[in-house]
């Protein structure tokens, strides 16, 4: 009941039936009554954010996810992008190869396969030498005596610069972009070549393009310090390391020009090509051929060696169009 602003409570004990008379002052019960509601009203807020965080949780979650699949699905396109771009490189060295060798203008392909790097300025550089122009076998009997054999030094490549691709959307859409048109230019030059190459078949079948022995590289086409001499010369030609006895193939068709020995390419092969292209094979320890012989691409021819001026056992590949020596790797279609 309440009674002079005072609110009297009774409370009847259950076992022993007492009465108890609770007084509480209306303004007691009010403060109460407000702080319950105040206590309500900031557990109601407090679930509220607790849901609403994890709901924000969960969509974090989902968000993560759908950024991990998307992550992947990114590397896996860039990747794509990558090897389309490797495989159109590819298509682009193979193309220039191709365009070189079907060239029937001597002068330009000349111009373009020529001697390689130039030696510095003020570099001592010794002139190659025509075959017909060295020396005999007992001067060099007495040459060798003299010689302080020297492994030759590997002519030093160039690095290689490694691009990091950007790994955002707009580059990626960009390189896609110059993909599809590389692709189309690449076809439409593929296309033009096949052609022209339908109306070159001869040239291309007389045409070196194949790696004529099984080794490693070990003496490049250019300027290097000769293992012989100790001095800058003109190396006009691969060398090609393999063990005694292995193989030398024709690398295109031709007649043969020469198979015997000589003082400095000790037993040597020469096979004209036409179209004023030859190639030599020195060193070897067997010729398989003979002067006159025509040959044909992936005809045993001899076998590798290391007869003459040689220092171990390997092949020296030389390509010469109208006499004048050229690498011989721009020929190499498999490089």
Known sequence: MIKNNKITLFVIGGDTGGLKKIVIPAATLKVLAFIGTVLVLVLFAVLADYFGLLLQSMENKRLKAENAQLTKQFEIVEGKISA???????????????????????????????????????????????????????????????????????????????????????????????????????????????????????????????????GWLTSRFGYRISPITNKTAMHAGLDIAAAPGSPIYAPADGVVSFASYDSSYGKLVSIDHGYGVTTRYGHCS?????????????????????????TGPHLHYEVRINGSPVDPINYVLDE
């Open 286 to 310: 067997q010729i398989y051929v003979q002067v006159g012989q025509r040959v044909s691409k992936w005809d045993v021819i001899a076998a590798v060696g290391n007869t003459g001026r040689s």
């Open 84 to 214: 389309l771009e490797d495989s159109l490189e590819r298509v682009k060295t193979f193309t220039a190869k191709l365009k070189l060798i079907t060239n029937i203008d001597a002068d330009d392909r000349i111009t373009k396969l020529t001697m390689g790097a130039t030696p510095a300025a003020g570099q001592q550089v010794e002139e190659y030498e025509p075959m017909e122009q060295r020396a005999t076998n007992e001067e060099l009997l007495q040459q060798d005596k003299a010689f302080d054999f020297k492994k030759p030094l590997n002519e030093k490549a160039g690095d290689m610069a490694t691009e990091t691709s950007s790994r955002d959307y707009g580059s990626l859409v960009v390189r896609i972009d110059k993909a599809v048109k590389d692709t189309t230019l690449k076809e439409q030059s593929v296309i033009e070549l096949w052609e022209s190459l339908s109306e070159r078949q001869s040239l291309l079948n007389s045409t070196p393009s194949l790696r004529p022995a099984k």
